[in-house]
Nanobody, 124 residues
């Protein structure tokens, strides 16, 4: 059974940083793309960042470009989302997802498995 577990969320002041981690078990992590998505209160789930199985070609939503960095460590079977210069509008539940394909993707339908989410709250 595939399982994804996010960690690293919390409360931070505007301008601060957090690093989210996503551990994967039960499936070959190393040949799948990984994605990060978020859902704010009363909003739909939106794309944040993604990375291919090789770690190449990361892609980002315009709203986080230049502030967030997605990475992965295939040896540790873990993906990361480094979030800097956080803003109150970044407040959301953040989800990691394991892709159906090796490439990075912003399309939620390209992801087969999802974590339970971790809350990130940015205070002004």
């Amino acid at each position: 059974q595939v399982r994804l577990v996010e960690s690293g969320g919390g409360l931070v002041q505007a301008g601060g940083s957090l690093r989210l981690s996503c551990g994967v078990s039960g499936r070959t992590f190393c040949t799948s793309g990984m994605g990060w998505f978020r859902q704010g209160a009363g909003k739909g789930r939106e794309f944040v960042a993604s990375i291919s199985w090789t770690g190449a070609n990361p892609s980002y939503a315009d709203s986080v470009k230049g502030r967030f960095t997605v990475s992965r460590d295939n040896a540790r079977i873990t993906a990361y989302l480094q979030m800097n210069s956080l803003k109150p509008e970044d407040t959301a539940v953040y989800y990691c997802a394991l892709g159906r394909y090796p490439s990075a993707s912003s399309d939620q339908s390209d992801y087969a498995y999802w974590g339970q989410g971790t809350q990130v709250t940015v205070s002004s």
